[in-house]
């Protein structure tokens, strides 16, 4: 049974929603008759039936099917996904995500928005695509640097397609018996073939290298072609994302598989401050001492994932000291320095080109002094020494 089913019973638990905790039941039940052990179906069965009520299974949680079989027990739809197990360490080589798992707000460019809701809109409608032979836009690569939202974006096409999402790191997939890599290729494909779902393929250069590169292996060469033929095999049915923080790195021949390609970039300024406000307002803090706008400048260059653990140590920090009663702009940036600096203030040590990046975004001398606890004229003196 997988760990995030056990999360939601316990979850529905305590939110008090019986419907989802019997959706939940049954969807482990399924899982189990799949596997073929019928006896804990059964019990699991009789148990939710020995409550009184008819229960349908909620639609989120199953593949739409193209077809089902009947049982005398229940209607389960062939296209019900368990993942593959790797031969040799019997773990799963991939996560399986239902819309409505993941609530995070996502904040992107307008262009970047504006191309993903085409994207959607002409998948919801790829039946008329289809019927005058025209491509679907269901092969998209995601790049750019780490913490960007690449994933976050899976997830919200996910979302707004109400489909499952197949969630695969290649580069746990590479195993020092590279026969066996190809081998997990071929069963992740093979497992979501002819299924309405989203695969996503995390860390996609650890595979689909360039096969030029002579650092690499044959072997791993071939496993890259085991990669691009399965994504030539594989159905419409199956909507691929694949995302990388090394684009340079892939094939020239990994490219044409895909028809769009996304580049997230680090967020503007205006995006870093909707971020930064929006996570704030969702804790019940008060932030009128905040200036949102200030912190948008000082967080210059910045990654999204850099921002949530900044944000998060501010509001801890606030909500776990008796005597702070709100936060400011001052201790936002303390929490700032923490994280840029790994929490080391020491003099010898301190990287002067962030201090300059950060004095160039706005941030004061005297703020700077006083987090690291060095008197602003030696600050200034170091910083000018920088500069000559």
Not at 1 to 26: A, C, P, Q, W
Not at 73 to 102: A, C, Q, V, W
Not at 120 to 132: A, G, R, T
């Amino acid at each position: 049974m997988r760990m995030e089913l056990i999360y939601n019973l316990i979850n529905n638990h305590y939110l008090n929603d019986e419907s989802g905790f019997k959706n939940t039941v049954i969807q482990i039940a399924n899982e189990e008759e799949l596997k073929g052990n019928l006896e804990i179906y059964n019990r699991l069965n009789g148990l939710v039936k020995a409550n009184g009520k008819k229960i349908k299974y909620n639609n989120n949680n199953l593949f739409t099917p193209s077809s089902g079989r009947s049982s005398n027990k229940t209607e389960i739809s062939k296209n019900k996904m368990i993942s593959p197990r790797d031969k040799n360490t019997n773990f799963e080589l991939m996560e399986i995500h239902y819309p409505g798992e993941k609530k995070n707000k996502l904040f992107l460019s307008e262009t970047v928005s504006k191309k993903i809701d085409t994207i959607l809109s002409e998948y919801k409608q790829k039946e008329i695509l289809e019927s005058n032979n025209l491509p679907i836009e269901n092969r998209l690569l995601l790049c750019g640097p780490p913490g960007c939202g690449k994933t976050s974006t899976a997830y919200l096409i996910s979302e707004k397609l109400q489909l499952p999402l197949a969630y695969v790191r290649l580069d746990t997939l590479v195993s020092s018996l590279l026969g066996q890599t190809g081998s997990n290729i071929r069963k992740i494909f093979e497992a979501v073939k002819n299924k309405n779902v989203i695969l996503f393929l995390d860390e996609f250069d650890a595979i689909a290298k360039m096969r030029d590169d002579k650092q690499e292996m044959g072997e791993l060469k071939r496993v890259v072609n085991t990669l691009l033929q399965n994504l030539d095999l594989l159905p419409n049915d199956v909507f691929v994302i694949a995302a990388t923080n090394h684009e340079k790195l892939l094939d020239k021949a990994v490219w044409r598989r895909f028809n769009t390609v996304l580049y997230l970039d680090l967020p503007s300024e205006e995006l870093r401050g909707k971020y930064i406000e929006n996570l704030i307002k969702s804790y019940n803090i008060d932030d009128t001492n905040l200036d949102y706008k200030k912190l948008s400048k000082l967080t210059s260059k910045l990654s999204y994932s850099q921002l949530y653990e900044i944000s998060l140590k501010a509001i801890k920090h606030t909500l776990l000291n008796d005597d702070i009663k709100h936060i400011n702009t001052k201790s936002y940036t303390k929490s700032l320095l923490e994280v840029l600096f790994l929490y080391n203030f020491d003099d010898g040590e301190l990287d002067i080109s962030k201090i300059h990046e950060l004095r160039k975004n706005g941030l004061t001398l005297q703020i700077l002094s006083d987090t690291f606890n060095i008197p602003r004229s030696t600050l200034a003196d170091r910083l000018k020494k920088e500069e000559q």
